[in-house]
């Protein structure tokens, strides 16, 4: 969660104050992410520093002043709009590790393990859901953060389901072993 | 008393080593008023579970009670009327019929009980305008879109105060927003009272239910606790989200 380019898209309305600015961010943001006013100083004094933003002259120091983007502030807030998340996956997923592990411990299901998840899961996706059943108190930005939970969730889920069906798989249709050397395979992850 | 209960409930095909447990001792109950989501992957015969459930097959033994009444004691006939009066299927497929336009699909059900078809229509379309239908109530299913295909078939299935509404894979083919609008229609029918089961394999759809019963290999092998309020999930959210 970059704060400093959220800052940054909110000065791209237009001149804002600090109080302004952190109430601005925690409704942009449905409500789900709250931001203190301490931490919106200091990214407003950063970005200052590197000249993204500038403020009102110093006689008017305290809440009453006043920021507003810059030009590199604009050219930076566009750039990262654009530029991709870094996406590629942890080195170590935990709940990946604990179902591999699960194969390995002896008197373990790992079903019943996949299962343990997968109902947390649901039940975590059941309250997200709730939240969004009300659509009267229910706005914009709130929606799009909920969604982007439930698919999260969603996603791992389904991951579960994959593996609980391809392990089943295994044992039904047991593969043959390959008697020569196995290939390294490694994930290659790019930073 | 819940609305809909199965206690025990097998049922298998074929016999001797051939014998296959579609549903293997399933106890499940609902209430009138909530929604009830039956999770699990393909084959772990949630289908089966909702069609015993609808009285539209038999269980190989267990019984299943719809308002405490025993459907296996009931007769052929009861049973039928018990399908017309109180059960309301939502398929995969919507399942409507292609020359009938939408508010005729919808009062369908109500003509076929006996109710003339002048009033059934009255039902039907005062249905459709509670679903925000109104519009299309003339249009033919080929002139709908997908979301609103399966909104008739929500409101077939309800039409008539019925009180039990049994849904396989409702959002189908569907987009997510279609889907969590099929949703919202199921939703609001038990906020009046009804009972519905929904069998899904699909996390989003099973998480709007007040229960996820999970399935696997034709037992109930789980199911989700009533979660707390929906506030706490907000309150750990920002304790425990990373701040950067």
Redesign the interface.
Same mark, same amino acid.
Do not use: K, N, Y
């Given at each position: 969660?970059?704060?400093r380019h959220a800052i940054l898209a909110l000065l791209s309305e237009g001149p804002k104050y600090g109080l302004q600015l952190q109430k601005e961010f925690e409704s942009s943001t449905g409500?789900?992410?709250?931001l203190n006013i301490g931490?919106v100083y200091t990214t407003l004094q950063r970005l200052e520093r590197d000249g993204l933003v500038e403020s009102d002259e110093a006689e008017s120091e305290g809440p009453q002043k006043g920021f507003r983007i810059t030009e590199a502030g604009t050219e930076e807030l566009s750039s990262w709009l654009n530029t991709p998340p870094d996406m590629t996956s942890p080195p170590r997923d935990e709940l990946v590790i604990k179902v591999l592990s699960a194969l390995r411990v002896p008197g373990v299901s790992v079903?019943d393990v996949i299962?343990v998840h997968?109902?947390y899961?649901?039940?975590?996706?059941?309250?997200?859901?709730?939240?969004k059943?009300d659509?009267s108190d229910f706005d914009l930005s709130f929606a799009l953060v909920v969604?982007a939970e439930?698919?999260r969730?969603?996603a791992v889920?389904?991951w579960l389901?994959a593996a609980?069906?391809r392990l089943k798989r295994a044992v039904a249709e047991p593969a043959t072993v390959p008697s020569g050397p196995r290939f390294a395979r490694r994930l290659v992850v790019r930073r | 008393m819940s609305f809909l209960e199965l206690r025990q409930v097998s049922k298998s095909y074929g016999s001797g080593s051939n014998e296959v447990h579609a549903v293997k001792d399933v106890n499940l109950a609902v209430e009138r008023g909530s929604l009830i989501a039956v999770?699990g992957?393909s084959g772990s015969g949630k289908s089966t579970l909702l069609t015993i459930a609808g009285s539209l097959e038999e269980p190989t033994s267990g019984e299943v009670f719809i308002e405490g009444a025993s459907v296996q004691a009931m007769s052929r006939n009861e049973r039928a009327r018990l399908r017309r009066r109180t059960i309301g299927y939502v398929f995969q497929e919507f399942n409507l019929l292609a020359g009938l336009s939408a508010v005729e699909n919808v009062s369908l059900p109500l003509e076929l009980d006996g109710l003339s078809a002048k009033k059934a229509r009255v039902v039907g379309m005062s249905v459709l305008e509670e679903l925000g239908l109104a519009d299309r109530a003339t249009h033919y299913p080929d002139e709908l879109s997908g979301g609103e295909r399966q909104r008739v078939a929500i409101a077939r299935a309800v039409v008539g105060e019925r009180h039990l509404l049994l849904a396989d894979e409702p959002s189908g083919a569907l987009d997510?927003t279609n889907g969590e609008a099929v949703m919202?229609l199921m939703?609001a029918a038990c906020k009046r009272g009804v009972a519905a089961v929904v069998v899904t394999?699909?996390?989003?759809l099973? &998480?709007?239910?007040d229960r996820?019963v999970?399935l #696997?290999d034709g037992r109930v092998?789980?199911?989700?606790?009533p979660?707390?309020s929906?506030e &706490?999930?907000?309150e750990e959210?920002?304790s425990s #989200?990373p701040?950067?």
């Open positions: 969660m970059s704060v409500e789900i992410w709250p931490q079903h299962q997968r109902r899961l649901v039940e975590l996706m059941q309250q997200w859901t709730r939240l059943e659509e969604d439930l698919f969730l969603d889920v389904r389901d609980d069906g | 999770m992957p997510s919202r939703l394999h699909d996390a989003q099973a &998480s709007w239910a996820v999970f #696997r092998v789980d199911q989700t606790v979660p707390p929906p &706490s999930i907000l959210t920002s #989200r701040r950067r």
